[in-house]
């Protein structure tokens, strides 16, 4: 089945502990993207990638690295999370002729 | 720089009646189009894009939506509601053939017996 996953769907963290949350792709898709969401802000990008170790910074990537190794594989790293990236975070992925994101499940973060 | 407003925070409904919730967008060239569902505790699911061609695109789950380049709009419609509908819906327009969304803020929807 064609689908992008995350690890993990929920995290409780303390400030300033190092977190990564992985995300894959088995659709074989260029595009990576991380977004987070917030109430009344709707989703927000925060990094994307256009291939592998291609990447550039969204709207919102203050706090937040990412990496692009391999292709099926994006991972959004929180270096000393804060208080203020409590939110949801979506991955998507697209491919090169298809102009349509595809969404993983989403990760809760919660940092106290 | 491309923003996408959707001015109804909430919605509520009677089941059977229809739906319209609106989307504006501000975008200097050709939009791509999106409306998502987000059902509580879910994750975004998509229901309809529009990128050319016929201004009035049907979705899933009975849901249309119009683009009206003259109003910048792309308003979504469902002609009666179900329960099962009740959600978070968001417009995004697509910047970059799509690379990048620009989501509005969303709208929830109630929908009541």
């Known amino acids: 089945e064609a689908q992008v996953t995350q690890n993990p769907r929920y995290l409780i963290t303390v400030t300033g502990k190092k977190l990564t949350v992985t995300c894959s792709q088995n659709?074989?898709?260029?595009?990576m993207s991380w977004y987070r969401q917030d109430p009344g802000l709707g989703l927000r990008q925060i990094y994307y990638s256009m291939n592998v170790e291609v990447t550039d910074k969204g709207d919102v990537p203050e706090g937040y690295k990412v990496s692009r190794k391999e292709k099926r594989n994006f991972p959004l790293i929180l270096e000393s999370p804060s208080p203020n990236q409590t939110s949801l975070y979506f991955c998507?992925?697209?491919?090169?002729?298809?102009?349509?994101?595809?969404f993983g499940p989403g990760t809760r973060l919660t940092v106290l | 720089a491309q923003s996408v407003t959707q001015p109804d925070i909430h919605i509520t409904v009677s089941e059977g009646a229809s739906l319209e919730l609106r989307c504006n967008y501000s975008y200097g060239a050709t939009p791509y189009l999106f409306w998502y569902v987000q059902s509580p505790g879910q994750g975004l699911q998509l229901l309809l894009k529009y990128f050319s061609g016929d201004t009035l695109v049907q979705g899933i789950k009975g849901f249309e939506a119009e683009f009206k380049r003259s109003q910048s709009s792309f308003n979504l419609r469902k002609p009666s509601v179900h329960w099962s509908d009740a959600a978070e819906y968001f417009c995004a327009v697509g910047r970059g053939y799509g690379n990048k969304l620009v989501f509005g803020a969303g709208t929830i929807l109630r929908v009541k017996s």
């Open positions: 998507a992925s697209r491919g090169l002729a298809i102009n349509e994101q595809f």
């Open positions: 659709m074989n898709h260029e595009y």
